[in-house]
């Protein structure tokens, strides 16, 4: 494989290709060469569609020796997350009961990748129907962290993180709800980020109007993620939350001044279960971005009954999306998809009414807080790796957690407020594996924030406490024997055309 191919950022990639000094046929060729050389070991890549997009790697170097036109991802390979669906390439959902669900077309989101000119290169494995931070599942196996294989790598948008922190591909997608673009990236040391509803268009959604579930951009740093979401941003006809922006307004950062960026920091949100090691690591680097910024100081927040709300809010899609299936025998679903829909069984619409109005008096008490700061900062996972053979984490400081998905509650309450959210690789935490910032910007203010999240990157890159950690690529030549250890029994599908 060439590894001074597959270790360009994907915006070099990018300016290269335009100026005919970088083939799109050998940038292809170089990212299957480290998929087929890495990916036994983590398990990210899930079904590839390697003939069809050498085919379109070829058509899109024709385009740019004809001096035509060229779109923002122009021949650059994509990773697609397993939830979104791809025309002619398998669209599992992690699920058996897709295991050979083949779509005719692309959904809004993947469309508009592609007439960027991303070639769809591969799917990226995700926890069945998303339903949980550890990527694993019965189709495709466990998907192992990459600075260490027998750990979580996060999810539910953990292959993708997986695939871009071990260079398979220069971008790949995501969806959140609760977490998923952003605990994977923190977990694997790369950037998620969290768009404000209906800035990114999903037309997949049943429930079109809930602003909790949206769909966004990964990358390894933060100008490539925001090259991505160029490319996806602006209004969609399907998208009920959508509104009319210009891409270009996300394209390329306007550099700020990071000395008069004015921080409140948070352990905890005030309601959140966070690991003793992990509030420890927190205010180390918080301690030493304190030294490069105007203002870091802790902020008190009143998170209400955050957690019951988003209980509340995140059950009632899967009472929307999975009643026919349950209906028909609850053991089709998965033991989180299925937890997700008993629990959304036993509540009422004065539930949803009570959620719903909480929600909206949290949110207003937030945005009241960047009238005096710039941005509102927290760990964005709240424990290091744990081996992905769990499925859950059960404890925090041994205090049991009442359900399976509360531990990514520093996630899920900035979902609640709708602000836009960016986790941002800050080195590594006491275990040396890779420790993600969790930056939320105001209100709509989705360039706001990736200016101020890439002109701290930026300041941060020489410095050893705070900079993007990389994992050691040489450690994961597995043999086959090997990888029998990180993934789950073997797969139904293999990663394969189709």
Known sequence: ??????????????????????????????????????????????????????????????????????????????????????????????????????????????????????????????????????????????????????????????????????????????????????IPAALCGVVGFRPSPGLVPIDRKVLGWTPIDVSGPMGRTVADTRLQLAAQAGLHHNDPLGYPIAGSAFGHGAPLDVSELRIGYTEDFGVCAVDNATRATFRTKMAAIAGYVKLCEPVDLDMGEADRAFDVIRAQNFLASFRETYERDPALLGPNTRANYEMAQAMSLRDAVWAHAEQTKIFRRFQAKFDDYDLIVSPTSSISPFPWSQWHLAEVNGRPLDNYYRWVALTYVVTLLTNPALSLPCGTDHAGMPFGLQLVGPFRGDARLLDMAESLETELRNDAVLNRPLPDLRALSYTVSELKSIVTDPPVLTATEG
């Open 1 to 182: 494989m060439d590894n001074s191919l597959v270790s360009l950022s994907a915006v070099t990639a990018r300016e290269l290709i335009g100026r005919r000094e970088l083939s799109p046929v050998e940038l292809l060729d170089a990212c299957i060469a480290q998929i087929e050389a890495i990916n036994p070991a983590v398990n990210a890549v899930a079904a590839t569609c390697f003939e069809r997009a050498r085919e379109e790697a070829r058509r899109a170097e024709s385009a740019v020796a004809r001096g035509e036109p060229l779109g923002p991802l122009h021949g650059l390979p994509l990773g697609v997350k397993d939830l979104e669906e791809t025309a002619g390439l398998l669209t599992t959902y992690g699920s058996p009961l897709f295991r050979a669900n083949v779509p005719a077309r692309d959904n809004a989101f993947v469309a508009r990748l592609r007439a960027a000119g991303a070639i769809v290169t591969a799917k990226t494995n995700t926890p069945e129907m998303g339903a949980g931070a550890n990527t694993r599942n019965v189709v495709w196996g466990a998907t192992g962290n990459p600075f260490n294989p027998l750990l979580n790598a996060g999810g539910s948008s953990g292959g993708s993180a997986v695939a871009l922190a071990t260079s398979m591909l220069p971008l790949c997608t995501g969806t959140d709800t609760g977490g998923s673009l952003r």
